[in-house]
T-cell receptor, first 117, second 110 residues
Framework: GAVVSQHPSWVICKSGTSVKIECRSLDFQATTMFWYRQFPKQSLMLMATSNEGSKATYEQGVEKDKFLINHASLTLSTLTVTSAHPEDSSFYIC?????????????FGSGTRLTVV | QKEVEQDPGPLSVPEGAIVSLNCTYSNSAFQYFMWYRQYSRKGPELLMYTYSSGNKEDGRFTAQVDKSSKYISLFIRDSQPSDSATYLCAMSVSGNQFYFGTGTSLTVIP
């Protein structure tokens, strides 16, 4: 089945620094990828929709200047958390769907646990 | 009112039991329904994906969708300790943007 690779799986950074998270579709092309954030014991909250070759679409309340999304190719989307603060500590997950299989659901990456100290 | 409601549990059952997990929703336009399993500190793993109403079976897992009641279920037969995880329901109108439940934490006791 479709595989989505996410890297790194965990990262610790100092407050004020920036962190980049990569999401790759390994065996299919994804014109659209989604970025979610999940706080402990809460559900996934959609942050933004990443569109290959165009600007990302952000959900209400998500700062686009803080969470920079780049979808430069059909297999790679990146999320950069700029000037990270402790409240940005969370589990970030990307997902994509293999459009060749209309009956398939979305595949998620393994997630990135970000801790800002 | 949330788009999707899911009892967070926790739910604890003995090994071999039949588990029933449920979600209700308010948007009658939802047509795509998914169930995901999420182990601690891991990304969600797709279990079942259904379109519109009806049942779908895959091994020990059965998904049911009742659009008239706006209610979906996931049944796990012969539950195993390895089934212990958080189960998330998700649904969508168009198959693109999905709305997730908060997840139900399941523990299967050996």
């Amino acid at each position: 089945g479709a595989v989505v690779s996410q890297h790194p799986s965990w990262v610790i950074c100092k407050s004020g620094t920036s962190v980049k998270i990569e999401c790759r579709s390994l065996d299919f092309q994804a014109t659209t990828m989604f970025w979610y954030r999940q706080f402990p014991k809460q559900s996934l909250m959609l942050m933004a929709t990443s569109n290959e070759g165009s600007k990302a679409t952000y959900e209400q309340g998500v700062e686009k200047d803080k969470f920079l999304i780049n979808h430069a190719s059909l297999t790679l989307s990146t999320l950069t958390v700029t000037s990270a603060h402790p409240e940005d500590s969370s589990f970030y997950i990307c997902s994509a769907r293999d459009q060749r299989h209309s009956s398939s659901g979305y595949t998620f990456g393994s997630g990135t646990r970000l801790t800002v100290v | 009112q949330k788009e999707v409601e899911q009892d967070p549990g926790p739910l604890s059952v003995p090994e071999g039991a039949i588990v029933s997990l449920n979600c209700t929703y308010s948007n009658s336009a939802f047509q795509y329904f998914m169930w995901y399993r999420q182990y601690s500190r891991k990304g969600p793993e797709l279990l079942m994906y259904t379109y519109s109403s009806g049942n779908k079976e895959d091994g020990r897992f059965t998904a049911q969708v009742d659009k008239s009641s706006k209610y979906i279920s996931l049944f796990i037969r012969d539950s195993q300790p390895s089934d212990s995880a958080t189960y998330l329901c998700a649904m969508s109108v168009s198959g693109n943007q999905f709305y997730f439940g908060t997840g139900t934490s399941l523990t299967v006791i050996p």
